[in-house]
């Protein structure tokens, strides 16, 4: 008998850095407690004008919000007989070690498991709520938790698709929803813009190459009778500049998720 080893280690693949994107849309902060208690402070500073003689001054308190996150465990653990550990007849495979490897690429990629998990379910539960209480993702999220007269903005942003829009004219306009959308929110005082701008988009390996070609494109074939023309292309390099989506970054996570056509979009 002849022993002939063959291992898979399509496990590189997860510690590969061309596939993790999760560090582009969160950011990690090392914990050295069971629990964490992370006070936000909210911009709510607003200046009044008084007239000419200055009038009275309106006091007001710092507005903070306190959420708490207890750390959780994650592991995974391997059994081998004893036999299996001394046996070297098998042309010396290890299967400890073999498990290891894949164990702790498994771990680089569990961040990126646990982040496209939030993107897929963070509408529809409880999983991963913000910091206001609400869904991660809602429509109704409070400007200023602690002051429901400021109102209330969505990052839910309908009827804006872009993969399988009816021509790249629609998704040209959509994308420019969406753009509007994220700069006309307020801060925390419900009156100043909070500058928000487009910075990347998330989408699935089938949505990708169609953002991709959007988002670089010179030029966008325009349908007839759009803008008063008979049809042709029109030059949109400048204006996909000036929305400044940036880079599309696939997500394989996101594959089959709502028909594909479901995207996410990173603000700075």
Not at 94 to 114: F, S
Not at 243 to 250: K, M, N
């Amino acid at each position: 008998s002849r022993w002939r080893v063959i291992q898979e280690n399509s496990y590189a693949a997860l510690s590969s850095a061309s596939n993790l994107w999760w560090s582009k849309c969160s950011r990690f902060i090392p914990s050295t407690a069971r629990t964490e208690h992370l006070v936000w402070v909210l911009d709510t500073v607003d200046i009044q004008g008084r007239g000419p003689s200055g009038g009275t001054i309106s006091f007001e308190d710092m507005t903070t919000l306190e959420t708490n996150f207890t750390n959780e465990f994650a592991n995974a653990g391997l059994k081998l007989l004893k036999s299996q550990l001394l046996d070297t007849d098998q042309n010396g495979i290890n299967l400890g070690a073999a498990w290891m490897q894949g164990a702790a690429q498994k771990a680089v990629y569990w961040p990126q498991r646990q982040i496209s998990t939030l993107l897929r379910y963070g509408a529809t539960s409880t999983y991963g709520l913000a910091y206001d209480g609400k869904t991660f993702f809602a429509s109704d999220h409070p400007v200023n938790p602690k002051d429901t007269r400021k109102g209330t903005y969505s990052n839910i942003i309908t009827s804006a698709g872009v993969y399988g829009a009816a021509t790249n004219e629609v998704a040209l306009q959509n994308l420019q929803k969406v753009s509007g959308a994220i700069r006309s929110l307020k801060m925390a005082d419900g009156i100043t813009p909070r500058f928000l701008q487009p910075k990347a988009i998330l989408c699935s390996s089938v949505a990708y190459p169609y953002f991709a070609q959007i988002t670089n494109a010179k030029f966008l074939a325009l349908s007839a009778g759009s803008s008063g023309t008979s049809g042709g292309s029109g030059d949109i390099d400048g204006h996909l500049q000036s929305l400044g989506f940036g880079d599309v970054i696939e997500c394989p996570e996101l594959n089959g998720f709502e028909s594909d056509t479901t995207y996410f979009v990173l603000a700075q």
